[in-house]
């Protein structure tokens, strides 16, 4: 095309312009004016550039009605800052009651991405190229690679192109949707006291080229904010709940009576992802320093226990959407720290087996006062097959600020002693928390903030903390000298799990009793009490991708017994996977974990040895310490201290007696 036809083009734009105004004005007077002083759209419609999917026209809607973003292949990516400032803006500002994913058949974007999972080099969790006449780094390239990703995972490569296409969109727009649903912007919407904001919906669509038509992905939009196809897809995905609380050696007093605080984030999470209310398939809660550790060395944790699964229970059934019951799959306690585990009895609860517990110490000598307790189940496959593994681990490690290296070793020790049986009917050696297909850790992981003293980020005792943990920045800032994910980033500790945005919450220790912000100037503020987790899809080399969904990561400050605050953890796993045939004679057995090629734990053979050593070492150590707590009225001080002057009253008295002459008659 010449350049005096590219400007006909232009001149026929700018002349269809002119008219279409006087027409409108004709039609409607004053509808400019009235325009220009201020918009109050509808819907925010996200879609693709593509040409001919113009959204006014394709709905017949009126300027002012749609806020629009578009970009190649309708993504929205959850690093976008073009994308989530418009979203902010649309629903925080503009008031939109409706955010709509739409993608369209045809579309040049998904069809590059198909093609290149297609190519013989392509493998899911390696490099990706998507258009390979240009560099990787070139932008499109950089746009379009999780688009690929997402293509490749669809295992489309015997599909023909022309069914293989309309997939890729429609699971595209489910992808993009539930991108958005992870946002801040609508988890605080769907979270506030707002009417309106609690009332933004969302949707996916498809816009047919060959008819014009849009289809929405049965979503009707009084009964849910997501598709009903992406509600389906969510259906068989299990939605786990990790409550985590030092409760600071206060035994029944470290714990208000309703847990309503701590527990309900599971209310608003099923507006994340429905609008019908979703209770948690599995709900698992970990303590820390259960109860003073004299009474927890003595093996006295059991009663507290049993207090804290009677309230629990009430509480969960009590306050969970649709009020359906749990039953307790397993609890287990090793001196102050404990886990319990739920599950619905409507689902899990129903066909859960296999069930395992472990402890293990890792204070001196394997005493209990550190240490973790784990809980391993197996859940079947709705077809009755060999299903998936699940394991959850709540820890507690070495504490202060200088003991790092105690730290890594204690979790090392963890990895080697916190045993289950063996994973297969062939193998004889028990296998660790790392052979099962999910993993949950848990725990007042005690990873400190180590940030350098000249830095501009140190912290002193000038220094107002609280207001530090409030700017959200400052919070991302501090992250980079977090002990914990300096490690993980090393390979160190805690090899191949993931972890949410802890940043996105102020730290949880070390806080002054009984306030609700002001951190105690005895401590540098830090994200001790932690959840991580790994699923079998897995892959071992990214740090910061999983395909467990974390939907809300959070602490709780209104509690206020103790100097750390509790921590909940929403997930969303994957959907289970088709198990790969076994060998003929060789019982099929669940996924396992993929784990870093210079990562391989091996159970330490005299784990059984080490761990009963500690247990011993607790009773001895507890019985002698409660002796103490009584001779001192309740302290144990006061106790030793009365101990030590009996003991020397009655050696000076035997000395006295010694001495004195024998009585003649």
């Keep these: 095309m010449s350049h005096s036809q590219q400007h006909d083009d232009l001149i026929r734009l700018l002349s269809a312009n002119t008219q279409w105004a006087a027409d409108v004005k004709e039609a409607e007077p004053g509808f400019f004016e009235q325009s220009a002083e201020g918009q109050a759209p509808h819907t925010l419609w996200i879609g693709c550039a593509d040409s001919r999917v113009p959204e006014t026209v394709i709905t017949g809607a009126r300027p002012g009605d749609i806020f629009v973003h578009r970009n190649i ?3 929205f990516p959850l690093d976008d800052t073009s994308a989530l400032a418009v979203l902010k803006y649309a629903v925080d500002f503009l008031g939109v009651q409706h955010v709509v994913i739409v993608g369209h058949s045809e579309c040049g974007g998904a069809a590059a991405c198909f093609a290149a999972t297609q190519s013989p080099s392509f493998t899911e969790d390696g490099p990706v190229v998507t258009i390979p006449s240009l560099s990787p780094d070139d932008a499109l390239n950089q746009w379009l690679e999780p688009l690929t990703r997402l293509a490749g995972s669809l295992h489309l490569s015997t599909t023909p192109k022309a069914e293989a296409l309309p997939i890729v969109v429609e699971e595209n727009v489910r992808r993009q949707v539930e991108n958005l649903c992870k946002t801040a912007t609508l988890q605080n919407a769907w979270a506030s006291t ?7 919906w969302v949707h996916g669509w498809v816009y047919d080229l060959a008819s014009g038509r849009l289809r929405d992905l049965k979503a009707p939009p009084s009964s849910s904010s997501m598709s009903s196809a992406m509600a389906e897809s969510l259906a068989d995905r299990v939605l ?11 035994a029944e007093r470290g714990l208000p009576q309703d847990l309503v605080d701590w527990l309900s984030p599971t209310l608003q999470v099923s507006n994340f992802l429905y609008r019908e209310r979703r209770a948690p398939d599995i709900v698992a809660v970990g303590f820390q320093e259960l ?8 093996g006295f944790s059991e009663p507290v226990i049993e207090d804290r699964n009677a309230l629990i229970l009430s509480q969960i059934e009590a306050h969970n959407p649709n009020k359906v019951q749990y039953t307790l799959v397993a609890k287990v306690v090793n001196v102050g720290v404990a886990l319990l585990v739920y599950a619905r009895d409507d689902g899990i609860g129903r066909t859960v087996c296999d069930v395992q517990t472990s402890w293990t110490g890792t204070g001196p000598v394997y005493m209990g006062n550190k240490g973790a307790v784990g809980v391993r189940f197996r859940v079947p ?3 009755g097959g060999i299903g998936e593994t699940y394991t959850f681990v709540n820890a507690h490690l070495c504490a202060h600020q200088g003991r790092l290296s105690r730290r890594i070793a204690d979790y090392k020790h963890i990895v080697e002693t916190l045993l289950f049986a063996p994973v297969s009917l062939e193998s004889k050696e028990p296998s660790t928390i790392y052979a099962t297909s999910h993993l949950f850790v848990l725990g007042d992981l005690n990873f400190r903030i180590d940030v350098p003293p000249l830095h501009p980020l140190a912290f002193h005792k000038n220094m107002d903390y609280t207001k530090a943990m409030a700017d959200e920045k400052t919070r991302e800032l501090l992250k980079e000298f977090d002990q914990l994910l300096v490690e993980r980033r090393k390979g160190t500790v805690l090899q191949g799990l993931h972890e949410g945005a802890f940043w996105k919450f102020p730290c949880t220790y070390k806080y002054r009793l009984g306030e609700v912000e002001k951190y105690s100037l005895k401590r540098t503020p830090s ?3 932690r959840v991580l987790y790994a699923t079998h899809t897995d892959s071992p080399d990214t740090l910061d991708k999983t395909n467990i969904t974390n939907v809300l990561y959070t602490s709780i400050l209104g509690y206020t017994t103790s100097d750390h605050k509790p921590i909940v953890c929403i997930l969303l796993l994957p959907p ?8 003929l004679g060789i019982p099929p057995r ?3 974990l993929r784990l870093p090629s210079n990562y391989s734990p091996v159970p330490d053979p005299h784990a059984k040895l080490k761990r009963y050593l500690g247990r011993t070492l607790d009773r001895v150590v507890g019985i002698c310490w409660y002796v103490l707590v009584l001779l001192g009225a309740g302290s144990g001080a006061v106790g030793l201290f009365n101990c030590i002057v009996g003991l020397s009253v009655w050696t000076w008295w035997r000395s006295r007696d010694t001495g004195r002459p024998p009585i003649t008659v």
């Design 73 to 75: 292949a309708n993504q």
């Design 194 to 200: 707002d009417a309106k904001k609690r009332n933004v």
């Design 240 to 250: 786990v709940q990790i409550a985590s609380y030092n409760t600071n050696l206060q």
């Design 291 to 298: 109860l003073p550790l004299h009474l927890g060395l003595c």
């Design 381 to 383: 496959s709705a077809d």
């Design 527 to 529: 994200w001790t009490d």
């Design 576 to 583: 289970p996977t088709r198990p790969t045939p076994a060998p």
């Design 590 to 592: 669940p996924p396992m």
